[in-house]
Nanobody, 124 residues
Framework: QVQLVESGGGLVQAGDSLRLSCAAS????????MGWFRQAPGKEREFVAA????????YYADSVKGRFTISRDNAKNTVYLQMTSLKPEDTAVYYC?????????????????WGQGTQVTVSS
């Protein structure tokens, strides 16, 4: 089993920055993808960003490209989401997830493990 624990959420103002962390523990895999998703009230969970663990390739949703940066620290088994120029429409619960394949995908159904989520609220 894999456990994913997110942290770093909070209440910020539009234009502010915030960094989310996701610590992974438990079973390990030789290669995999870590992703961030978010879900706003009344909306579907949507893809935000992903990174391959072995070589650090990244992939972003158009809505966050240029504002968000995903990175990982292999030694700490932690993936980060640095969010800048935050907008009220970024308000959501942010989830990290693990895909056992190194597919660098935005398809939610391909992710095998999920964290509990952390709330990000951006006020205008």
């Amino acid at each position: 089993q894999v456990q994913l624990v997110e942290s770093g959420g909070g209440l910020v103002q539009a234009g502010d920055s915030l960094r989310l962390s996701c610590a992974a523990s438990g079973r390990t895999f030789s290669s995999y993808t870590m992703g961030w998703f978010r879900q706003a009230p009344g909306k579907e969970r949507e893809f935000v960003a992903a990174i391959t663990w072995s070589d650090g390739r990244t992939y972003y949703a158009d809505s966050v490209k240029g504002r968000f940066t995903i990175s990982r620290d292999n030694a700490k088994n932690t993936v980060y989401l640095q969010m800048t120029s935050l907008k009220p429409e970024d308000t959501a619960v942010y989830y990290c997830a693990l895909d056992r394949q190194q597919s660098l995908t935005g398809l939610r159904v391909l992710y095998d493990y999920w964290g509990q989520g952390t709330q990000v609220t951006v006020s205008s």
